[in-house]
């Protein structure tokens, strides 16, 4: 079955300590999209990545990284710079970027102890 | 820039009732619209889209027109069902932004 699969579900860590969320698709798409999502508030983006080797940052990137080295794999890691990271994770694909239509993982939720 | 507006919540309905959440939005050029469903605890799922001006999108009951001159997207499903109850997001994508703007979200719980 194609889709999105992100891991962990849930996720706890320390404050200082640098988290890693995986994104995994095998659709085929070229574009792929992390949001960040608090509660009873809408979605934010965080990055985007329209082509391999190239991703760019979104409306909230501070304290976040992201690489994407494989067309199928769009990682985002939380560092400690991000003064909040307790959240819903988000991540999506798209055919191409002017193809809007999204396809959204399960998400990942995101505790800071 | 691009945004997208939406009827506040939450919205409490009783079954069989008649459904409308208001989306309304800005953009240049001539955006795509989106209607995307949150079940709890899930990611957004895509229920109906409309690609051009007076296009109509329809998907397990529900429906929405694209209005260009209202610049309006609204979300309308005739008897709600208590599985309908999750959160609903407005979203545009636009080819000059090459990126999603969603609304904040409506949330419908349906009663029995």
């Known amino acids: 079955d194609g889709g999105i699969t992100q891991s962990p579900k849930y996720l706890f860590r320390k404050e200082g300590q640098n988290v890693t969320l995986s994104c995994e698709q095998n659709l085929n798409h070229d574009a792929m999209y992390w949001y960040r999502q608090d509660p009873g508030q809408g979605l934010r983006l965080i990055y985007y990545s329209q082509i391999v080797n190239d991703f760019q940052k979104g409306d909230i990137a501070e304290g976040y990284s992201v690489s994407r080295e494989k067309k199928e794999s769009f990682p985002l890691t939380v560092t400690s710079a991000q003064k909040n990271p307790t959240a819903f994770y988000l991540c999506?694909?798209?055919?191409?970027?002017?193809?809007?239509?999204?396809?959204f993982g399960e998400g990942s939720r995101l505790t800071v102890l | 820039g691009d945004s997208v507006t939406q009827m506040e919540g939450p919205v409490t309905l009783s079954e069989e009732a008649f459904l409308t959440i208001n989306c309304t939005y800005t953009?240049?050029?001539?955006?795509?619209l989106f209607w995307y469903v949150q079940y709890p605890g899930e990611g957004l799922q895509l229920l109906l889209k409309?690609?051009?001006?007076?296009d109509k999108g329809s998907n397990k009951g529900f429906e929405a027109t694209y209005r260009k001159e209202t610049t309006s997207f609204h979300l309308e499903k005739g008897s709600v069902q208590v599985s309908d109850s999750a959160v609903y997001f407005c979203?545009?994508?636009?080819?000059?932004?090459?990126?999603?703007?969603f609304g904040d979200g409506t949330t419908l719980t349906v009663k029995p």
């Open positions: 979203a545009l994508s636009s080819t000059n932004a090459g990126k999603s703007t």
């Open positions: 953009a240049t050029g001539y955006p795509s």
């Open positions: 409309a690609t051009k001006a007076d």
């Open positions: 999506a694909s798209s055919i191409t970027q002017t193809k809007g239509e999204l396809f």
